[in-house]
């Protein structure tokens, strides 16, 4: 159970107190008073909790809309990654190749492969499949 109010708590004893100086005639007045401003404490309460809720849920839709960017940007940035691994396996093979021969170029390429198969496997069928348990709806 919530913590009493003590604000309404004050409220409820003066009004009692303003019963017994005023006398029995004054008690619907000061009930009706009382229940106006209990009424008026709980729509501000009910305000304030759908104001957050409104709130949190746009939150929600932004944070949700976010999520879904990267699957529907996800082709791009790995055609783009690829793309700029290719443009600088140039000057690395030329690197590779005149600093060690072969071995160098192996080795450049290795790691130009490599590269590009972690970034494959980062985005592939596993974090696919967790993210679609994670949101079954944006499946």
Known sequence: MKAPDHELAKELDATLS????LGAEYEQ???ESFLEKLDQRMEATVDRR???EVAE???????GSRSAEP????FGERF???VVSLVLAIPLSGIGA????????????AGIVGVNVAQTL???PIRRRREAREHPLDA
């Open 71 to 74: 699957a529907l940007t996800g």
């Open 80 to 82: 783009g990654f690829a």
């Open 18 to 21: 303003a019963r017994r100086d």
């Open 122 to 124: 980062r985005d592939g």
């Open 98 to 109: 005149g600093a060690a021969g072969l071995g160098g170029l192996m080795t450049v390429w």
């Open 57 to 63: 849920q746009q939150i929600g839709a932004v944070r």
């Open 29 to 31: 007045a000061l009930i």
């Open 50 to 52: 759908v104001r957050r």
